[in-house]
């Protein structure tokens, strides 16, 4: 509670989330206030609440996920400014940056596992948490080479790793099947948990139909999934859940 506090006294508004990250308050990071009363009120519902913050008016974010390699090897030659920079609970680094319309929220457009959060999205706080804060003082501009970066088309389904899709499946399926890669992808931070069950659910489908096959099914969501910046293991076990509720099994 202090932390929120702490930054709702400097114009930051705050709202409360689950140790899943995920908003505790029905209007999600739209509800986020700087009121004192209301913040108060909050934390002492949900005591051990983590601290949510909305991007894209105050700061934008660049993500990086260090867990994994592809986004490892970008961060040691990417030539980034000194500017605020978190360490999030999973090792990764959140780099704030001043704010700018042209940063919004995107997964893995920069490079794998390298996001970003702008209008329509949120960080977690993890400094209220005790984890490190580098160069806490600074404030970046978004260096134009990430701008660059974030103005080139989004893939296309076919430009996924996996084309496992464009095989022997019917022209209608294949359509089917590229939407719901899209609707996938394309998912924001807090619904691509939803928007992957659902997607995973209507794959699927067609693999009950015997239109694809439970393998190609599961390797089409997590592609998809990692777009939105959901982690591949935790999209391949909603893939898995998806084929054990249509009674598909190995």
């Not at 009121?35 to 974010?61: C, E, M, N």
Request: some cysteine.
């Amino acid at each position: 509670m202090r932390a929120a506090l702490d930054l709702a006294a400097r114009g930051v508004p705050v709202f409360p989330c689950g140790d899943d990250k995920r908003p505790l308050v029905a209007h999600g990071f739209k509800g986020a206030s700087a009121d004192a009363k209301l913040i108060d009120h909050w934390w002492r519902r949900w005591p051990h609440a983590l601290i949510g913050v909305p991007t894209g008016i105050k700061f934008v974010v660049l993500d990086v996920d260090l867990q994994h390699i592809e986004a490892q090897e970008w961060y040691g030659r990417a030539n980034l400014p000194s500017t605020r920079t978190h360490v999030t609970r999973s090792g990764g680094r959140h780099l704030l940056f001043k704010p700018d319309d042209r940063v919004g929220c995107t997964a893995s457009k920069i490079w794998r596992h390298v996001d970003t959060r702008g209008r329509g999205g949120y960080i977690v706080w993890w400094p209220s948490c005790g984890l490190e804060v580098v160069h806490g003082g600074a404030l970046a501009e978004v260096p134009g080479f990430i701008l660059r970066a974030l103005e080139s088309p989004t893939p296309s389904p076919s430009a996924l790793p996996r084309r496992c899709w464009q095989g022997n499946a019917s022209g209608g399926a294949q359509r089917q099947i590229n939407g719901i890669i899209r609707t996938i992808a394309g998912a924001s931070q807090g619904e691509r948990n939803h928007v992957t069950y659902w997607g995973a659910c209507r794959l699927a489908e067609m693999v009950g139909q015997t239109a694809l096959t439970r393998g190609d099914a599961i390797a089409i969501v997590v592609e998809a999934a990692s777009r939105c910046g959901l982690p591949r293991l935790e999209a391949t076990r909603t893939a898995q859940s998806a084929l054990r509720r249509q009674g598909i099994s190995q």
